[in-house]
């Protein structure tokens, strides 16, 4: 079976912590993505990268870098985490081209 | 105006119903849709895809796709209480690493 993997699926930070999120894919994906979900503003899109060391800015990347050393692996890093990023994190991959999206468990981010 | 608009719901139905659930999507250049459907506190699902106006039939599910009227919708026959979940639809544009767009999403309840 296919898979997404997060590496936490709940985390506590104090504010100003630097915060990695992890996520590995084993379907020898192209494309990976970094979302996040909060009630009432639905799913938007971090970062999103198509190639190894290849990354592109979504529509909310304020606050947030990423990391794509391997093909199957992409981080998200919060460089100084503020309350305002509490919030569901999802990592998703899909192959190249038009197709949907896998979706990991999800990290479910509290910054205190 | 959203990129991708659904009904705000929440819906509900009686068991063994057709649910039907409608999303709208701004004119760009996009190339496929998707349904996910995401029970509470879980990750999205892919469920379905289209690709070209038409129908398109797995199982209990039909989207359908009508580019024209930019709308895309799902219809769930013999709705069970198992249904009962938010379904997200999703504007994947462009091709290759094309980001997708979602919408807010429509709750469904089914009742038993």
């Known amino acids: 079976d296919v898979k997404v993997t997060q590496s936490s699926r709940y985390l506590v930070k104090r504010t100003g912590e630097k915060v990695f999120l992890e996520c590995v894919q084993d379907m020898d994906h192209e494309n990976m993505f970094w979302y996040r979900q909060d009630p009432g503003l639905g799913l938007r899109l971090i970062y999103f990268s198509y190639d190894v060391k290849m990354k592109e800015k979504g529509d909310i990347p304020e606050g947030y870098s990423v990391s794509r050393e391997k093909k199957e692996r992409f981080s998200l890093i919060l460089e100084s985490a503020s309350t305002n990023q509490t919030s569901m994190y999802l990592c998703a991959s899909s192959t190249a081209g038009a197709y949907g999206y896998t979706f990991g468990s999800g990290t479910r981010l509290t910054v205190v | 105006q959203k990129e991708v608009e659904q009904n705000s719901g929440p819906l509900s139905v009686p068991e063994g119903a057709i649910a039907s659930l409608n999303c709208t999507y701004s004119d760009r250049v996009s190339q496929s849709f998707f349904w996910y459907r995401q029970y509470s506190g879980k990750s999205p699902e892919l469920i379905m895809s289209?690709?070209?106006?038409g129908d398109k039939e797995d199982g209990r599910f039909t989207a359908q796709l009508n580019k024209a009227s930019q709308y895309v919708s799902l219809l769930i026959r013999d709705s069970q209480p198992s249904d009962s979940a938010t379904y997200l639809c999703?504007?994947?544009?462009?091709?290759?690493?094309?980001?997708?767009?979602f919408g807010d999403g429509t709750t469904l309840t089914v009742k038993p």
């Open positions: 999703a504007v994947r544009w462009g091709t290759n690493a094309g980001k997708s767009t």
């Open positions: 289209i690709y070209s106006n």
